[in-house]
């Protein structure tokens, strides 16, 4: 019997981070890894519910769950890796 190769998850190719500020950092991974590729600043938001990180959401506007494994590039590209480079940052979502 040949060997049957594993099959690949798909997840979403973009990834939208919510921050405090609010703050919205989009990472997109086109298969050549991931890069962030847009930073907006939300300038009429509410913020009376203040919490450093609000969540992960598909350029759909679905939550994704914080364990999913898209999530966990995107933050690590964001939080922990300082080589990445960083698009100039826009105002009003």
Sequence with gaps: MPRQKAKTVRYPTEVTIEYLIPLYIVVRNDGDG???TKVVVDDEA???APSAY???????GDRLDDFNA???EARH???CD??????G???GW
């Design 54 to 60: 609000e969540g992960a959401y598909t350029p759909e």
């Design 46 to 48: 509410d913020l009376s």
């Design 34 to 36: 991931a890069q962030i």
């Design 89 to 91: 940052w826009e105002f």
């Design 70 to 72: 898209v999530v966990g």
């Design 77 to 79: 590209l964001i939080e």
């Design 82 to 87: 300082g080589s990445t480079e960083w698009p």
